[in-house]
C-alpha cells in the first residue's frame, strides 16, 4: 500500500496529517496523470465528492479504494498459462 504521509502545517506550529486531496495532489499520491482521475471521477470509477465546483478525494477512502482492488501474487501466477 502507498505509504506516503501528507501533513499540513497550522498557523500554531502543529502538525496534523491531511485527510483530503485536490486532483493535483490525489495525482502526485498515486502517480496516475491528471486526465486519468478526471476521467474516472466522471465515470464514478474513484471515490470522490464536491465542494462547490471543486473535486476532492478522501486518502482514507482512497486507501480503501486502492486495497480494494489490490491483486495477490498467488492469483497473478495462478492466472498464467504454462507455454
Same mark, same amino acid.
Given at each position: 500500500m502507498? !505509504?506516503?504521509?501528507?501533513?499540513?502545517?497550522?498557523s500554531?506550529?502543529?502538525? %496534523? !496529517?491531511?485527510?483530503l486531496?485536490n *486532483?493535483?495532489?490525489?495525482?502526485? #499520491?498515486?502517480n *496516475?496523470p $491528471?486526465p486519468?482521475l #478526471?476521467? =474516472?471521477?466522471?465515470?464514478?470509477k474513484? /471515490?470522490?465528492?464536491?465542494v462547490?465546483?471543486?473535486v476532492?478525494f478522501?486518502?482514507v477512502?482512497?486507501? %480503501? =479504494? $486502492? !486495497?480494494?482492488?489490490?491483486?495477490?501474487?498467488?492469483?497473478?501466477?495462478?492466472?498464467? *498459462? /504454462? $507455454?
Amino acid at each position: 500500500m502507498n !505509504e506516503k504521509k501528507s501533513l499540513i502545517e497550522s498557523s500554531d506550529g502543529l502538525r %496534523m !496529517e491531511k485527510r483530503l486531496f485536490n *486532483v493535483d495532489e490525489l495525482s502526485r #499520491y498515486l502517480n *496516475v496523470p $491528471l486526465p486519468t482521475l #478526471y476521467t =474516472w471521477t466522471h465515470q464514478r470509477k474513484i /471515490p470522490h465528492f464536491k465542494v462547490g465546483r471543486s473535486v476532492r478525494f478522501d486518502r482514507v477512502e482512497i486507501d %480503501m =479504494w $486502492l !486495497e480494494a482492488r489490490k491483486i495477490s501474487a498467488a492469483a497473478i501466477s495462478e492466472s498464467r *498459462v /504454462p $507455454l
